[in-house]
C-alpha cells in the first residue's frame, strides 16, 4: 500500500461575517480578500510539506482550482515543475490539470511529458471533470463535458505515446494539424494513469481502459457502488480482473500521539467540507449540462420523487459533519498511530482492497508544525505497516 500527501493550500482567512453572507466561496468572493503575502507563506509551507514528504517516503499530489479559498493552486503545471526538480525519491501524482477547461490537451501533454522527464520518470497523471465553479471561471462550455473528457485524454494519451513523427486530431471538440512534441515523456509509452470520480457509469469506463479509480471524499456506499462498476466492465468485457493497484481513497487522515490529540488538531482538517465547499446553487445543481436531462426536475424538489433519478449533492451531504461522523463514512482516519492504523484496515474491509491512500493532511487553520508532526508520526508508525499489506 503506498501513501499520497495533498495539501490544497486553502486560504481561511478571510472574515467570517464575509463568509456567512456570501452566495459562494469559490468564483464570487473578491480576490482583494487575499492577501499576497499570506498566500506565499501558504505556498512555501506547502512545498516545504511536499519536500518534508520525500524524506519520508509519502509520495506528493499536486492540485489547482480555481477562483477560490479552497485551494491556492491555480496553475498545477507550475507547482508540478517544482516538485519534479526539487523531490528526488517519490512519485509525484498530478490530479490535476482540469482537461476538460483547458483549450488545448496537446499542450496539456506538453507539460507532462516534460514534467516526467525532469523527474526522470515519477510522474502520474491525474484527470478530473470538474464542473460547477470551475466551469465559469474557466470560461468553459458545460454541455458535453463527459464526452469533452474523454476526448480530451484520447488525445493526450496519443500525443504522449506517438513516436512516429507528425499527426493530426479531427475530433468533435478538439482539432489540431500537427501533434509531435519534444520531449516525449520519460516512461513508456506513457506514465501510468489515474481518475477522480465516484460515478459508476465513468468508473465503468474506467475500469476498461485500465485506469486508477481514486475516490476524493465519497462515501462509503458510493464507493462500493462505484468499484462494483468498475470490476463488472472488465468482466463484461472479457478483461483480466482489476488487482488493489487500480484502486485509490482520499480522505482527511491526522496521526497524534494520541486519540484525543488527533481528534481536537484533526478536526481543523472539516474546515475544507464545512467552509471550502461552499457553493452557490447555480454553480452547483443548476449549471447547464451539469445532470442528466431525466434528472432536472429533481433539482428543483427537496426530496426527489419515488421512481425519478437522484440529484447528487454531494456538497451538501458533507458539510457539517463532525470528526466522529466522518471518521464512520470513511471521510476521515485520526488517532493515535495503532487507531489510524485500525481505521484504515477497517474501511478497507467494507470497499474492498485498495493499494493508494491519499493523504489529505492538511487544511483550514491546521499549522504547518501540526501538519508535519502528523506526517511524521504517520510515516514512522502507520505507513510501515500498510506497505506490510
Given at each position: 500500500m503506498?501513501?499520497?500527501?495533498?495539501?490544497?493550500?486553502?486560504?481561511?482567512?478571510?472574515?467570517?461575517?464575509?463568509?456567512?453572507?456570501?452566495?459562494?466561496?469559490?468564483?464570487?468572493?473578491?480576490?482583494?480578500?487575499?492577501d499576497p503575502?499570506?498566500?506565499?507563506?501558504?505556498?512555501?509551507?506547502?512545498?516545504?510539506?511536499?519536500?518534508l514528504c520525500d524524506d519520508l517516503g509519502i509520495n506528493v499530489v499536486s492540485n489547482e482550482h480555481h477562483a477560490g479559498i479552497n485551494c491556492l493552486f491555480g496553475a498545477s503545471p507550475l507547482f508540478l515543475g517544482v516538485l519534479a526538480r526539487q523531490t528526488k525519491k517519490v512519485r509525484i501524482l498530478s490530479?490535476?490539470?482540469?482537461?476538460?477547461?483547458?483549450?488545448?490537451?496537446?499542450?496539456?501533454?506538453?507539460e507532462y511529458a516534460t514534467a516526467d522527464v525532469m523527474c526522470r520518470g515519477r510522474l502520474?497523471?491525474?484527470?478530473?471533470?470538474?464542473?460547477?465553479?470551475?466551469?465559469?471561471?474557466?470560461?468553459?462550455?458545460?454541455i458535453g463535458i463527459v464526452d469533452r473528457f474523454w476526448e480530451a485524454i484520447d488525445l493526450i494519451v496519443k500525443t504522449?505515446?506517438?513516436?512516429?513523427?507528425p499527426f493530426s486530431w479531427e475530433g468533435k471538440y478538439f482539432t489540431h494539424r500537427h501533434v509531435n512534441i519534444w520531449p516525449g515523456p520519460w516512461q513508456q509509452p506513457h506514465p501510468p494513469?489515474?481518475?477522480?470520480?465516484?460515478?459508476?457509469?465513468?468508473?465503468?469506463?474506467?475500469?476498461?481502459?485500465?485506469?486508477?479509480?481514486?475516490?476524493?471524499f465519497r462515501s462509503i456506499e458510493e464507493t462500493q457502488r462505484a468499484w462494483a462498476a468498475y470490476r463488472q466492465a472488465r468482466t463484461d468485457a472479457g478483461l483480466p480482473a482489476p488487482g488493489p493497484d487500480r484502486f485509490g481513497h482520499t480522505a482527511f487522515v491526522y496521526t497524534g500521539d494520541t486519540d484525543e490529540e488527533a481528534i481536537r488538531v484533526g478536526s481543523k482538517l472539516l474546515w475544507f467540507l464545512n467552509t471550502g465547499l461552499k457553493s452557490a446553487p447555480q454553480?452547483?445543481?443548476?449549471?447547464?449540462?451539469?445532470?442528466?436531462?431525466?434528472?432536472?426536475?429533481?433539482?428543483y424538489r427537496t426530496k426527489p420523487r419515488p421512481g425519478t433519478p437522484a440529484v447528487a449533492r454531494p456538497a451538501a451531504a458533507l458539510m457539517g459533519l463532525t470528526a466522529e461522523q466522518a471518521i464512520?463514512?470513511?471521510?476521515?482516519?485520526?488517532?493515535?498511530?495503532?487507531?489510524?492504523?485500525?481505521?484504515?484496515?477497517?474501511?478497507?474491509?467494507?470497499?474492498?482492497?485498495?493499494?493508494?491512500?491519499?493523504?489529505?493532511?492538511?487544511?483550514?487553520?491546521?499549522?504547518?508544525?501540526?501538519?508535519?508532526?502528523?506526517l511524521t508520526l504517520f510515516s514512522k508508525d502507520v505507513l510501515p505497516r500498510l506497505k506490510e499489506l
Open positions: 503506498q501513501a499520497w500527501y495533498l495539501n490544497e493550500a486553502p486560504y481561511p482567512f478571510v472574515p467570517q461575517h464575509v463568509l456567512d453572507t456570501a452566495d459562494s466561496v469559490r468564483a464570487s468572493l473578491p480576490n482583494e480578500l487575499c503575502k499570506v498566500a506565499a507563506d501558504l505556498v512555501e509551507e506547502a512545498l516545504d510539506e511536499y519536500l490530479l490535476g490539470t482540469l482537461v476538460t477547461v483547458r483549450k488545448d490537451p496537446v499542450r496539456v501533454a506538453e502520474e497523471i491525474g484527470f478530473v471533470k470538474s464542473g460547477g465553479t470551475e466551469m465559469a471561471s474557466g470560461n468553459a462550455n458545460p504522449l505515446s506517438h513516436r512516429e513523427g494513469l489515474w481518475a477522480a470520480t465516484g460515478d459508476p457509469t465513468t468508473s465503468a469506463e474506467l475500469g476498461r481502459r485500465g485506469i486508477v479509480n481514486v475516490m476524493v454553480y452547483g445543481k443548476f449549471l447547464p449540462g451539469a445532470m442528466k436531462p431525466e434528472a432536472a426536475p429533481g433539482l464512520a463514512k470513511g471521510l476521515m482516519f485520526a488517532g493515535n498511530p495503532d487507531t489510524v492504523y485500525r481505521q484504515i484496515m477497517e474501511h478497507r474491509e467494507k470497499v474492498g482492497p485498495f493499494e493508494h491512500l491519499v493523504l489529505a493532511g492538511r487544511s483550514g487553520f491546521m499549522t504547518h508544525e501540526e501538519a508535519t508532526k502528523g
